[in-house]
């Protein structure tokens, strides 16, 4: 039987960063103004080392690149998705990202970006910013150069455990104490689109207003689609999104719970609580990436888990 590849995750120090990440999952974070934790990632931007004692000295993207069996032989330069947490202790940018097509022509050839985020945490009566209210590209480009942001941002009320897809042209921000797990195509591409007029070592952090207006979709259409759950063993799964470039789902497990995923790869994150997987012990803020070929998983304890798959 194939063992889980199991990674050790690049941390990203931020200005807007914090230290939930250590209070949540006790990571090691390397400052008190940890932003990121780039869990399972191949991106040059912070690949993740392989730990697994058979592939010492690999990282993700080596991993990918010298053994793609362990990918189902999977097509494609780069490995597709990154999973992240990110802790906001300030509110984030409001940023948009490009699809794929805007991002080959006028990014070298990189992805574009869908992503989607699971709230971990946040404080009573939070909200995230998720579209935008004009009615049309003109409309935007008018809000935007009278400065009408309190009208323009739409606001959604958030919780623990709410979901949110982020297709390329949606503008999007964190607002402050909140922690998410993002799983996204392995992208960094991101245009800033306001900053509440904040200042960094005196100066205003670059916009990128013209590329945010070229690639914004107006008007807005929120993501509905109603989640699907079932039973099985142990288990609640429920399917969160189905996206061409990702599915992801949950699942609670309360007890026993065996799947054969029976997909090219499986990256798994266990986002509370605690159990073993196939005699391996694991807990929140664990992570690690099932391979092709892996066969039926078996989980005991009481967990839940944010599952993403091609
Ligand atoms: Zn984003």
Known sequence: MKSPILLEPVFQ????????????FGYDIPSEHTGECWAISAHPNGDC?????????????SLWRE??????????EVFPLLIKIIDAKENLSIQVHPDDAYARTYENGALGKTECWYVLDCPENAAI????????????????????W???????????????Q???????????????????????VTYRFYDYGRLENGQPRPLHIQQSLAVTKAPFLPWKEPPESWQKFDAEVT???????????????????????????????????????????VCQGAHLLLPSGYGTMTLDGHLELICSYL
């Open 150 to 164: 309190t009208e323009l941002l739409r606001e959604v009320p958030i919780k623990k455990g709410s979901f949110f």
């Open 67 to 76: 053994h793609r069996e362990l990918f189902g032989h999977l097509e494609g």
């Open 239 to 281: 399917v969160l999104v189905r996206r061409p470039c990702y599915t992801v789902c949950r699942v609670n497990v309360d007890g026993h719970w065996e799947n054969d995923w029976n997909r090219p790869f499986v990256n798994i994150s266990v986002t509370a609580g605690e159990g073993l997987l196939d005699g391996i012990s």
């Open 13 to 24: 120090e931020k200005l807007w960063g914090g230290t939930r990440m250590r209070e949540l």
């Open 129 to 148: 910013i998720i579209g935008h209210n004009a009615e049309s590209p003109e409309q935007l480009r008018e809000m935007v150069e009278h400065r009408e």
């Open 49 to 61: 080392k392989v730990r697994n004692p058979e592939y010492a000295g690999h990282t993700l993207s």
């Open 166 to 188: 982020i297709d390329p042209g949606c503008l999007h921000a964190i607002k402050a104490g909140t922690v998410i797990l993002e799983t996204q195509q392995s992208s960094d």
